[in-house]
């Protein structure tokens, strides 16, 4: 058998990610996954060949890894890989909660899910238009009575905003933690989100730059992508987990898709000290190489 050669975090990787799936059992219409053009089918790896790719995975104290999609809770081995993944590997959650409490509580111990960090471990996603308020509090504070690291999220999209902050306070009423996330996307003809490069998600044009990422993005195959929209929109990946000799390079790598990026990877946003001012991607451009040479 092949030797699997661990998979090393560097310093500068501020975030790791599994999209177990793209797939989800919710239709949002603002959902940041179809920013660009949407993925073709994707290959799903098992629970086994999760478990054997992220278990390659040597990282640190407060970097976890994040189980995503997609919903991740509708791969069929969504618990199998919670409960076999390394104990030394820190794991988060973004789900919409969907799946069964009662099973979840029953199979998966909620220390495994908790770690010291500023926000909970396991973050549920709120949209008000594929779900009703009430009953995702209910399973919310299940959870956290079963001592699970859990709270709320609500995108604060321009149609949802009133409904969005009031359902803050109601959860802040029974002690859940809720907070709020940008909106980035179309909604209208206006593009939301705090970027830091400018036209890099306009769409209106094409321009070849070096980019470098600072997240290790992994999809539902296992693959290894340079950035969210090269997830989404089905790129060739640079890697795979399962590829025993993959590593990770700190490299820029030519791109010619810059003005299609996906928000997500170019948004001024919080670390994971929920520290502003991060952007997981940093982007050369041609001119910025000239000037360098003259």
């Not at 990610?17 to 059992?25: D, E, I, M, R, V």
């Not at 470098?212 to 640079?238: N, Q």
Request: with cysteine.
């Amino acid at each position: 058998m092949t030797e699997m050669k661990p998979i090393v975090i560097p310093e500068s990787h501020n975030y790791v990610a599994a999209f177990l799936t793209l797939g989800c059992n919710l239709k949002c219409s603002y959902c940041i996954n179809h920013f660009g053009i949407p993925a073709s089918a994707q290959k799903h790896i098992t629970g086994e060949e999760w478990v054997k790719g992220l278990n390659r995975i040597v990282t640190r104290k407060g970097l976890p890894l994040t189980l995503q999609g997609g919903e991740p809770s509708i791969h069929k081995d969504f618990i199998y890989i919670l409960n076999n993944i390394k104990p030394e590997i820190e794991i988060d959650i973004l789900t919409n909660l969907q799946f069964d409490a009662d099973e979840f509580i029953a199979k998966v111990h909620p220390d495994r899910i908790k770690r010291d960090a500023p926000y909970a471990s396991i973050r549920v996603s709120y949209h008000p238009t594929e779900m009703e308020l009430k009953p995702l509090a209910e399973k919310v504070l299940k959870l956290q009575n079963a001592n699970f690291s859990i709270g709320i999220w609500g995108v604060l999209h321009p149609s949802q905003e009133d409904e969005i902050r009031a359902a803050q306070e109601y959860c802040a009423g029974l002690g859940i933690d809720f907070r709020f996330k940008e909106f980035l996307g179309e909604y209208g003809d206006e593009l939301f989100g705090s970027f830091l490069y400018e036209g890099a998600c306009d769409k209106e044009f094409k321009k070849d730059v070096m980019c470098k990422t600072t997240e290790l993005i992994m999809g539902p195959d296992g693959s290894v992508y340079r950035c969210h929209s090269d997830l989404y929109e089905s790129r060739p990946p640079v890697g795979n987990i399962l590829d025993p000799d993959y590593q990770i390079e700190e490299i820029f790598r030519p791109c010619d898709e810059y003005g299609h990026c996906n928000p997500c990877d170019i948004k001024v946003k919080t670390n994971r000290f929920q520290q502003f001012g991060h952007t997981s991607v940093e982007i050369k451009f041609p001119e910025d190489e000239e000037d360098q040479a003259s």
